[in-house]
């Protein structure tokens, strides 16, 4: 088969690999715009780019596929390849109808959670926010709605307790270049069954937001510890600024006030509910991230200190 590709992040590359490496031909790669990161503002190509120009394939950078010049390009453009399939998957932007019904097998979508839960930006954050203890991804005939087209293939996934945000994302780009790879052979061999998705079920992954990484203490131990894993967290510490990027609920529970450090060696800390939690990564301001025991090296702790809510 003829396949355009659409993807952006670092989260799509295990995806185009494998596409470059079966036996359909990659026709070319649609990927965000450029922009500057860093704190030098360098700009940078996306992860996608990256490896499409490693493998020689063209590259498509348009600003929208929705409105303006750029659109009209792109469609042109798409029109002249005349691909069987489109593969999408964390492109970034919204594909228009024209485009959806190109391609002979429409346009395929690679979402990182098991629809019909989780539709929408944070399907991975919002699976660990939530307590879940079951994800996957789910590969998805697109349709002009946020991720409610038929379902065509899926492959399921445990969370396990001290898996955080950023360890899922690298479980789930793997998962969903194998969802990839059987989808197509489904597809070629007149295998695949599309199933309607039961909207009753759905719920919306909305977008994480910074005001969300601020602990308050005097919430439970596993709320604490699931926004810990699932977006990080900020507090004060001796007032001073840190994030929280790891930690693990403990089988103790104590009397002390929400936030009190019931362990200098651990910097574990009392929640609201009385359950307390271990970060085991931490980050000074301006500082790396680091295993808890490191950062105590440089970093003075006494009996009493408390983990307060940053401002």
Known sequence: MKIVFMGTPDFSVPTLQTLQESVHEVQAVFTQPDKPKGRGKKVKPTPVKEQALEYGLPVYQPVSLRSGEDAEQALATLRELNPDLIIVIAYGQILPKEVLELPRYGCINLHASLLPRWRGAAPIQRAILAGDTMTGVTAMQ?????DTGDMLHSIRTPITEDETADMLHDRLKWIAAQVTRETLLLLETGRLTPVPQNDAESCTAAKITKEMSRLDFTRTAKEIDRTIRGITGFALLRGKR????????????????????????TLSFVCGDGGCVQPLVIQAEGGKAMKTADFLRGFSVAEGDKFEAAE
Do not use: F, I, Y
């Open 142 to 146: 697109m349709a002009e709605g946020l």
């Open 242 to 265: 840190v994030k929280l990027h790891q930690s693990k609920c403990l089988a103790l529970n104590s009397v002390e006030p929400a936030g009190t450090v019931v362990d200098v060696r």
